[in-house]
């Protein structure tokens, strides 16, 4: 027998509704390897004290895994120790920068910019905070038919007043790859700083986040094979150093007097509490199985199975796909449609019933897809991971056409 990827993936091995299934939501979470779920347990029975603690053998372990994995993730995505924050997830991490450094910068007639496209992870503590200090939000509004950001939109947008750029490097919903060096150039010419939110590009591509330039990026484990509870808030380090601590209390303190406190510089300041550190070993493990799959052979891989979905979805009859359908424009990771006059919701009911999991619904951008008008304001999503296969593509075009039949519209 030969090896397959989804061997390594115990999850994937298993019947649903008599059917094999077919696992098509890596966007909202992907399945772990055996190697990441190992990591886990092994922290779990050798060590498993609270780190940065106890002077015994247990908690030294515990120390040393949890130190040596934020090492281990600083160096996959480029950064430096002291700049890789770990958090519960991306929208901490967009949380953490949003409470302590907007403060320092958004004042009344101030603006923040961000695309309409943003998961609410990236929307919404932008309104609250802009709300609050008397910042404008102000959006970048994407050409419908290709789900890019237009040139005029930065230009206009950009301005002086411009204290925050925030945006993913993939949206959720449209795939595509927004750009990067366009945003992060016109947010530094007038002295903005930008926050990457790298949630859905991070499983599919190398990402050198000293190389490309963004202040802050913020992405969660759960979605590039780690386990879930484990995220990353990376900082450039003099931004880390002014910002104030987001939550206070045990390990990120230096001294406490009866009146004052002296916290640890970053990461520690940012990180109160008990770590996550099954959490912490888990995703260095999870990078450590990426780069032993490697990232040349992984976008070969997706880059076709993405290719062959999308010319699937356009040539499948009383299908709509939604953003770019321009197979040669790399999309990353999802495809976004919907069934003709079928709510995304039966259309996802009835794939399950063949075993085949996608996820239907707003895909938490409910902003971009009013802007977009598409029918029932809601969406599927077939998304993809490092185990798809042809297969399994071939599958979800295969039973599509059963939606409409089931709902008796004909095909
Ligand atoms: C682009 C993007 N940003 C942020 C998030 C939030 O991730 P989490 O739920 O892990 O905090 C998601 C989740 O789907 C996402 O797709």
Redesign the pocket.
Known sequence: MTYKISDDFPVLNQMVNGHRLVYLDS???SMRPVQVLGAIDEFYKRAGANPHRGLYDLAQRSTEAYDGSRAVVASFVGADFEETIFT???????NLVAYSYAPLVLTKGSNIVIPIS?????LVPWQVLGRQYGAQLRYLYVDRRTGEIPDSEIEQKIDKNTKIVAF?????VLGGLFPLAKLVAAAKAVGAITIL????SIPHMKLDLHALDVDFA??????MYGP?GI?VLYGKRKLLEQMPPFLFGGDMIEDVREQETDFLPPPSKFEAGTQNGGGAVGLAAATKYIESVGWAAIEVHERALMRRLVEGLKSTKNVTVIGSTDTAAPRYGVAAFNVNEVHPHDAATILNDFGVAIRAGK??AHPLLSYLDVEFNACCRASLGIYNTAEDVDALLEYLPEVRRRMNLGD
């Open positions: 966007a909202a979470t519960r997830n991306a929208s901490e991490s967009l943003e998961h609410h992870s990236n993913a490097h993939v949206s959720n939110d790298c949630a859905q913020a992405f969660s484990g759960h979605k879930m995220g895909h938490c």
